[in-house]
């Protein structure tokens, strides 16, 4: 992203030449840069609510930007799951 703004001095453009390259200089946003993506996948009768739930005490979302996909097969909860997080629940 390259934001442009107007001279501190008050004119409407900035002079060619040295002077542009220090105003650019002081207005130019750099992205920030992009985050590895890690595939986080859930164990059989679980979902992503719960991988989530299992990543979170990791702290990588500071690092890393996390990527759930659920598994293709509805299938019934693990045992003890249900009481704590809501279906549907999937399998690999």
Wanted: hydrophobic letters at 40%; charged letters at 20%; glycine letters at 8%.
């Amino acid at each position: 992203l390259l934001t442009l703004l107007a001279p501190e001095n008050g004119e409407d453009h900035i002079d060619a030449g040295e002077e542009l390259i220090s105003g650019l200089e002081k207005v130019i946003e750099f992205p920030t840069r992009m985050k590895p993506r890690i595939l986080c996948l859930h164990g059989a009768g679980s979902n992503n609510e719960v991988t989530s739930y299992q990543i979170e005490g990791l702290k990588l979302t500071n690092r890393f930007n996390c990527v759930f996909i659920h598994a293709p097969h509805a299938t019934a909860c693990a045992v003890g799951l249900d009481e704590r997080i809501t279906g549907p629940f999937y399998s690999w």
